[in-house]
């Protein structure tokens, strides 16, 4: 089977022909090649270095959307017994396609169907656009709030998505990535970027707590990275509770930047951790103001540098 599948290493270079960062993936897989770590860095349009790495092996393709000035809309299909969230559960929407048409409905918009198109392995859809300049798109779940609704995720700066020509064998789904429409990629609509911008900038009230799910649905390694920053700030000595505060919020931060992460979980965890330093029987060394203060600022400031993990950024 796997001789009847064309070699990637064609597909890599018809990539970095358009422009587009790449890098290698496990064959057979979605993750990154295992020791490639810095992928977003070390991806490349150079035909020199894509024939050089896909010489080795029938290594798959991931692209990296940041570098590549990509938006890519990833609409999924739903796993066995997955059914949409309340306010999803609509006549006529079974997956992320149907999902979009109901968005492009309300907003008086057309769906976008004229931009590059990839079929997916499970026969999910990526709509690739070129992202608006200055803007500062990040990835998106379409699991939380900060996405643009169920089976709807993103990737921009800081993810990648598999590129057609990769055939991935994974338990959840096997097949090929296909290109569809091989139109050259059209801008992100403006009201999909504007839908984008107002989730991310969106507030979220501190202290609302966790939605039922939210955090038992994250990865496993993101699940111990909020239980750890949530342990380093309630065990905070006196004196040293703000940096503590800091330090965690900006790691979580990191995440969020990545699209690992939604930002409301992470506020909510830093919040219930740094609560119990506060109240009136409380060494007063932190106050629920300079608290807020210092979680907005440090969660900004670690999504400005994503922290790259080789699992969990891809589409």
Not at 46 to 57: E, L
Not at 140 to 150: N, P, Q, V
Not at 264 to 278: Q, T, Y
Request: proline share 10%; aromatic share 6%.
């Amino acid at each position: 089977m796997t001789h009847s599948i064309p070699h990637p290493g064609a597909a890599a270079l018809a990539c970095a022909r358009r422009g587009w960062h790449v890098f290698p993936l496990t064959p057979r897989d979605k993750t990154p090649l295992a020791g490639f770590t810095d992928w977003e860095t070390n991806a490349t349009t150079d035909p020199a270095r894509v024939r050089a790495f896909w010489s080795r092996d029938r290594y798959n393709v991931g692209i990296a959307c940041g570098p590549s000035g990509l938006v890519v809309i990833d609409l999924d299909t739903p796993k066995p017994g997955e059914t949409p969230p309340t306010q999803w559960a609509l006549p006529g929407v079974n997956e992320g396609a149907d999902v979009l048409a109901v968005l492009c409905e309300r907003h008086g918009q057309p769906f976008p169907t004229d931009t590059f198109t990839v079929t997916t392995r499970r026969g999910g859809t990526h709509l690739y656009f070129t992202a608006p300049p200055g803007a500062e798109l990040r990835n998106t779940s379409g699991r939380y709030r900060t996405g643009l609704g169920w089976l709807i995720d993103t990737r921009a700066a800081g993810g990648y998505v598999v590129a057609p020509g990769s055939f991935v064998d994974l338990p959840d789904g096997t097949g090929p990535y296909t290109v569809t429409n091989p139109a050259p990629p059209a801008p992100l609509p403006g009201w999909l970027a504007d839908l984008l911008a107002a989730a991310r900038a969106a507030p979220t009230p501190l202290g609302a707590g966790n939605r039922p799910g939210t955090v038992a649905d994250l990865p496993s390694y993101v699940q111990a990275a909020l239980k750890g920053e949530a342990a380093r700030v309630a065990g905070a000595v006196p004196g040293g509770r703000n940096h503590a505060l800091n330090k965690a919020a900006y790691n979580l931060g990191r995440l969020i930047g990545a699209g690992l992460l939604p930002e409301d979980a992470a506020r909510d965890v830093l919040w219930g951790a740094v609560s119990v330093h506060l109240g009136p029987d409380r060494t007063a060394d932190i106050h629920p103001a300079d608290a807020r203060a210092t979680i907005g600022c440090a969660l900004a400031a670690g999504a400005r540098k994503p922290r790259t993990i080789t699992r969990g950024y891809a589409a």
